[in-house]
């Protein structure tokens, strides 16, 4: 234990706390976001919004290279594929409910096979397993201040309208004869997912995403409580998980991504049957 803190302290070694500080600005739009995604059940839309950013990524590194710009991150292609999914996403529980499932579906394939093609025509190698896996560890500076607004960006907008996103998630009828646009609100919270998704995908990467961004609220709802308290259970489980992760991570020299993911798996289970008895 005093080594790690030697290590996070340490000067020479600035990409672990870089980690820890993405992973604690992560905690509270993921918390936030993961209640509302959990109480309307709608992780799949999230798993298709995650999926799709792919082909962003890959666009955005294709042109990085072949147009010499060093300055086109590829989180800013995951940002733009990530917010046109939302929207086709709503507009498709709009205008074609009876077909969403497979619309839907396609979108998720389709935004990953634009990536992996774009991968595949780059001339400089991309290995899309650090954006399917993720890194927290490899967040540089650039990285790590996009997550910072990104992340005040959403935790300002759910607590500006909490009441209206948590009133949807209950009773959606009741709030729309109460005079609130649903759909209007759907897309605001798809558009608050797909930005924490982006926020995601340095941390943990594509595949492993939906697993924090939907545990931790699960394990807060364990508890009965109101919900402004299940928002706050929410982020300081996603903090612990996040901080916990990264440093058994860093610990045992075993990737951070799956050993977040698998300490808050276990946690959800270990919980889940406490509570079964």
């Not at 910072?148 to 009133?167: D, H, M, P, Q, S």
């Not at 440093?247 to 946690?267: E, K, M, N, R």
Request: aromatic share 6%; with cysteine; glycine share 8%.
């Amino acid at each position: 234990m005093s080594e790690l803190l030697r290590h996070i302290l340490s000067p020479e070694i600035p990409f672990l706390r870089n980690a820890l500080l993405a992973g604690l600005l992560a905690s509270v739009p993921l918390g936030m976001v993961g209640t509302h995604v959990i109480l309307r059940r709608i992780s799949y839309l999230a798993a298709a919004i995650a999926h799709c950013i792919l082909g962003g990524i890959g666009l955005f590194s294709l042109l990085q290279v072949r147009l010499n710009l060093p300055w086109l991150n590829p989180t800013y292609g995951a940002i733009i594929s990530a917010l046109a999914a939302a929207l086709l996403i709503s507009r498709i529980q709009q205008k074609h409910a009876a077909r969403e499932d497979s619309l839907i579906g396609a979108i998720w394939v389709s935004g990953m096979a634009v990536g992996l093609i774009c991968f595949q025509v780059t001339p400089s190698y991309v290995d899309p397993m650090s954006y399917l896996f993720g890194n927290i560890l490899l967040i540089n500076k650039q990285e790590l201040i996009i997550t910072a607004i990104l992340g005040i960006i959403v935790t300002g907008c759910l607590f500006r309208y909490n009441k209206e996103l948590t009133g949807i998630a209950f009773d959606p009828e009741f709030a729309e004869l109460r005079g609130l646009q649903v759909h209007r609100w759907n897309l605001l919270l798809l558009t608050l997912t797909a930005l924490t998704i982006v926020i995601m995908v340095s941390l943990v990467g594509i595949v492993l995403v939906i697993a924090l961004l939907t545990l931790p609220p699960a394990l807060a709802m364990h508890k009965k409580t109101s919900s402004r308290a299940l928002l706050v259970r929410s982020t300081i489980a996603c903090a612990i998980l996040m901080t916990g992760g990264t440093c058994v991570s860093y610990a045992i020299d075993l990737p951070a991504g799956p050993v977040i993911i698998g300490i808050t798996g276990l946690s959800y289970l270990c919980s889940t049957l406490r509570k079964g008895y």
